[in-house]
């Protein structure tokens, strides 16, 4: 190893080891073999890794052997299955050595030296002998491709190919050369099923595509050659093709939604499963006018008809719904009270809230110094738009409030959003009320 090395005598007589060493230098005293066994001797050692202690246990088993072993050719054996025992190394007739995976075979190293020898391979000599396609490589193995330009790979082939590259090319060329074949083999394989799931007539539509579209692929022959070679499985379909149907139900069909924030699929009963939630985008309140959207994997999203987000809504995937009285809950709101910054204005907000039996989940304070003004946002929990409108005209009369809105989420200069298609019932602004007063969105049946 490399080190200036040396020991003096320290302090009270005690003796003082000193080394000084570069990184590459400490990398080599502290895990080079030398230095190891060196310092294992003398116990002198800074310990190092438990991956290099196991290394450098092994490299002294390999000594161990070489004593133990007379036979030159025993001993190198012994050392090869111990030292690549994931790995063989094989030959080719020319000398080249060629490193594969245990358990791999001819098929393998006619890929590993080139696709076109491995498409065109037809049988193997190992060791000067002709062996099967299957046969499992060793180490030390001279391995001969013999290739003819009639045969093509085949598909069982990949029941015994270990390598990943060869699998892979072997899938390519099948791709490729029988998508004819594998379109026809897809065809049957959906057509059995699609019996079974009373799906019949989805071979016969435009479906084939739009599915095919959802999984990435451009065309209906794409998805049924998909289908045929195993890139896609027959239920991957088959579940795409439940969630279309059910989407084109819920558009048009009117549901009731029960309005609770968020809803257990069990709690919407003729909705089939879907889940609904209201935007958090407007936080609508019943006795405002709502429009439903119909979203892919969040069931419908129900906005206020004035949310700015509903202009970019498609048409279609826009609903009639209004609010029925089958729930009894709280909504959350968001107001905006503008005010002088004076010392116990929060605490006067806070009191009206309390009268009006409203309760806050949340406060927010900004002040402006420079204007003396502030801007507090409460979070409160309403039943429904007309308690929202009392505890605002509440809070607009104490002194120095100068204003009381909802947070507007409209952008400058935004419409209202437009009715949903002529087929869907437009929305129903009169509300309707249980004896306690409670309300939730219900759809408006196309019908």
């Not at 302090?11 to 400490?26: D, F, S, Y």
């Not at 161990?64 to 690549?84: G, S, T």
């Not at 257990?264 to 936080?283: F, M, P």
Request: glycine share 6%; with cysteine.
């Amino acid at each position: 190893y490399q080190s200036l090395h040396t020991a003096v005598i320290g302090a009270k007589g005690k003796p003082v080891e000193i080394q000084i060493r570069t990184r590459r230098m400490h990398h080599v005293a502290e895990y080079g073999i030398a230095a190891h066994w060196r310092y294992k001797e003398t116990g002198s050692s800074t310990k190092a890794d438990s991956s290099t202690d196991r290394k450098l246990a092994w490299l002294r088993q390999l000594v161990d052997w070489r004593q133990d072993l007379a036979d030159a050719q025993e001993y190198m054996e012994e050392v090869k299955i111990d030292l690549f025992s994931d790995q063989v190394f094989v030959f080719s007739p020319r000398g080249d050595v060629m490193d594969l995976p245990s358990g791999s075979t001819p098929i393998d190293f006619a890929y590993r030296i080139h696709t076109a020898v491995g498409h065109k391979c037809a049988g193997a000599k190992i060791n000067d002998r002709i062996m099967p396609l299957n046969t499992v490589l060793k180490n030390g193995d001279i391995v001969e491709i013999i290739t003819t330009k009639i045969l093509q790979p085949k598909m069982d082939w990949l029941n015994f190919a270990k390598t990943h590259g060869a699998k892979s090319k072997i899938r390519l060329w099948f791709k490729k050369h029988h998508r004819d074949e594998h379109i026809q083999q897809g065809r049957q394989m959906l057509e059995s099923e699609l019996g079974r799931a009373s799906l019949d007539d989805f071979l016969k539509s435009d479906k084939v595509a739009e599915v095919g579209r959802k999984l990435n692929l451009k065309k209906a022959e794409d998805l049924l050659a998909a289908v045929g070679y195993g890139d896609i499985t027959v239920s991957q379909v088959v579940h795409r093709l439940r969630e279309m149907e059910k989407q084109e139900e819920i558009e048009k069909k009117g549901y009731m939604l029960p309005a609770a924030q968020e809803t257990k699929a069990r709690d919407i009963g003729s909705l089939g499963g879907l889940l609904h939630h209201l935007a958090k985008c407007c936080q609508p309140v019943p006795g405002e006018e709502i429009v439903g959207v119909v979203t892919r994997g969040s069931g419908i999203a129900v906005h206020r008809s004035d949310c700015s987000n509903m202009l970019q809504v498609d048409e279609a995937r826009r609903m009639s719904v209004d609010w029925s009285t089958e729930r009894n809950t709280t909504y959350p709101a968001c107001l905006l009270v503008e005010c002088l910054d004076r010392v116990g204005i929060a605490g006067d907000i806070l009191k009206k809230v309390s009268d009006n039996k409203v309760n806050l989940r949340d406060l927010r304070v900004e002040t402006k110094k420079e204007k003396k003004a502030a801007v507090i946002m409460l979070i409160l929990e309403v039943s429904d738009i007309s308690q929202l409108t009392q505890v605002s005209q509440s809070i607009s009369q104490i002194s120095d409030v100068i204003r009381v809105h909802r947070k507007d989420h409209r952008k400058k200069g935004a419409k209202v959003a437009p009715p949903p298609a002529s087929n869907v019932t437009p929305l129903k602004a009169p509300q309707k009320s249980n004896e306690k007063g409670k309300s939730e969105p219900r759809a408006q049946s196309a019908d």
